[in-house]
């Protein structure tokens, strides 16, 4: 995740990203990323814009 990004993320899922790193457990990291990057792109502007007029998400 970049800075930008960070603090978009709910807790829950920063927590998860965090717990997996001081964890070392790379594998935990990389599907708590990849739920956190589905967020973001299921929470973008461009996808809740689409939702509010009915539109399918980008």
Request: proline share 9%.
């Amino acid at each position: 995740m970049c800075d930008s990004c960070w603090p978009l993320l709910p807790v829950d899922l920063r927590a998860a990203i965090r717990k997996a790193r001081d964890a070392r457990a790379k594998h935990r990291e990389a599907v708590a990323s990849i739920a956190a990057t589905q967020w973001l792109n299921d929470h973008s502007p461009w996808a809740l814009a689409a939702q509010r007029v009915g539109d399918d998400p980008p």
